[in-house]
């Protein structure tokens, strides 16, 4: 871990900031709640660096309960990825902790708790790591950060939670679900909760934030799903959406109406501003709940109303096979090394979900190994979308054509089956799981392994240089071979 640390490109720049996890009133645009927030705002603060840069935040923890930090996206050191009882310590309620790590990829990224349903309380934050050679390609640079809200407003996360987990799902919906459709592309099935309000940058859609520019200003959106159980169809008024990154990592701009964010989820997309005033629109997809609203005003003419549906949410709507890397960025390909088979199962009538037959305290690690080329298939066997997020790496999508767009989060769609692959260029003990934090909490989560390590679990049985299977398209013996003579094999290379 130490060595891979040492690896990362680094300018020397230090970013010091500080932030407090602390129960308070925040004010949601004309309604003030009782929530646990970073800052006493929601969403916390945008944190910016560069790429290269260390981040040194100290965490204090004004909270109840125990809590973490976990940076979404970031391929950064493991022991400062915010797993309780995986890589570090929850931070007691009274105490503090620095977390001091390099981020070493430009993009869209954020931050939230790795507790508990902690996430669904108003925990949350942009983390951006700038590139500045981006600049060119853009004038303003704006989060939208969506997130579904109901604490204050209606139950309480941790009420929800304890409802699904003796309730299970909703048998009258479940009975009806659909598979993916061309009016329901996620399927008909698409979340638990129904949430009081959405909420676009901590506001609801009554009291909207204004983002004003002019007319012809390019600007880039960085839209972020922080919600917890709610998809998101985004679109603007008036404009098409030109994708240029998804989770972070550059794709050959794509023009679209409409794009859905599955939790965890992010875009960037740069639209061209027209002359006028513009509803900027997140619809809960497959809810009737009121969907999340801005504005964005160039110019004179009547403010948008919450609750319009502009005619692009209609409209051509991005799909992953859209999605192309841009050179720099695409995953070259590669023999596989390792093949990792992840089962996605509903289980006692949603009371569960599981990966691979167990809830995550019972789960069995993935193991890999440093160096390989890995691919991941998740078998969906569910009739929900399940937004499935890998820690500590970008993946790519695999298809036919080879390794696709970078993605740290992907949806994977009702009886699908879809691929990813990865470099393990990583080592550590990371969480991979379903970002509906219902579904995380109520077990859909395991962890993927580089046995050897410090920190990796305890159990990891005999050699750790034959574990697994090799790849189901490499000659088994070769794989093995290629394993064996992987200097990433000894595991006194990892102690750190
Ligand atoms: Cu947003 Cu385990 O992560
Ligand atoms: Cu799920």
């Known amino acids: 871990m130490a060595a891979t640390e040492a690896s990362r490109r680094s300018t020397g720049r230090i970013v010091r900031r500080e932030l407090r996890a602390a129960p308070d009133r925040v004010d949601l645009g004309g309604r003030t709640v009782q929530a646990w927030a970073f800052d006493g705002t929601v969403p916390g603060p945008e944190i910016r660096v560069r790429p290269g840069d260390e981040l040194r935040l100290r965490l204090s923890n004004g909270l109840p309960d125990p809590t973490t930090v976990h940076w979404h996206g970031l391929a950064l050191r493991n022991d400062m990825d915010g797993v309780p009882g995986v890589t570090m310590d929850p931070v007691p309620g009274g105490a503090s902790f620095e977390y001091a790590f390099i981020g070493p990829h430009s993009g869209t990224y954020w931050y939230h708790p790795h507790v508990g349903v902690q996430l669904d309380k108003g925990l949350q934050g942009a983390l951006i ?27 309480a996360p941790t009420e929800v939670l304890a409802r699904l987990g003796a309730e299970g799902m909703d048998m009258g919906a479940m009975d009806m679900a659909g598979l993916p459709s061309d009016e329901q592309p996620l399927g008909s099935d698409t979340g638990e909760v129904s949430y009081p309000a959405h909420l676009v940058n901590g506001r609801l859609p009554e009291s ?42 550059g794709v050959w701009p794509v023009e679209v109406d409409t794009l859905i964010l599955g939790m965890g989820e992010r875009y960037d997309v740069v639209v061209t501003v027209g002359d006028g005033a513009f509803p900027i629109v997140a619809s809960p997809e497959g809810k009737s709940d009121p969907g999340g609203f801005a504005v964005l005003r160039s110019g004179s003419g009547a403010t948008p109303r919450p609750g319009t549906s502009p005619v692009e949410l209609r409209g051509q709507l991005l799909t992953y096979a859209d999605l192309r890397p841009t050179g720099e960025v695409a995953l070259p390909a590669r023999r596989l090394d390792r093949e990792l088979d992840m089962l996605l199962e509903m289980v006692d009538e949603g009371r569960r979900w599981y990966i691979n037959g167990a809830a995550y305290e019972d789960t069995e690690p993935l193991l890999i190994r440093a160096g390989e080329r890995v691919r991941v298939v998740m078998r969906n066997e569910t009739m929900m979308f399940h937004p499935m997020h890998v820690h500590g790496h970008t993946f790519a999508l695999a ?21 990813v692959e990865l470099e393990a260029d990583n080592p550590g003990d990371w969480l991979v799981h379903c970002h509906n934090a219902y579904h995380g909490e109520l077990g859909m989560m395991t962890r993927m392994s580089y046995p050897g390590l410090a920190n990796s679990s305890p159990g990891v049985p005999g050699d750790p240089c034959a574990l697994g299977r090799s790849a189901a398209t490499g000659a088994d013996a070769g794989g093995l071979t290629s394993l064996r003579s992987n200097p990433g094999c000894s595991p006194s290379r990892f102690a750190s």
């Open 399 to 419: 298809d036919e054509a080879g390794p696709g767009a970078r993605k740290d989060t992907v949806n994977v769609l009702p009886k699908q089956t879809l691929a």
């Open 208 to 249: 909207p934030q204004t983002v004003r520019t002019s007319p012809g200003q390019r600007v880039r959106f960085r839209v972020i799903n922080a919600g917890s159980d709610t998809a998101y169809r985004f679109a603007i008024g008036g404009h098409r959406l030109s994708v240029t990154h998804s989770d972070g990592f």
């Open 129 to 155: 790591v700038e590139d500045p050679d981006e600049r060119g390609a853009y004038d303003e640079d704006v989060v939208l950060l969506l997130d579904d809200w109901t604490d204050g407003l209606g139950e």
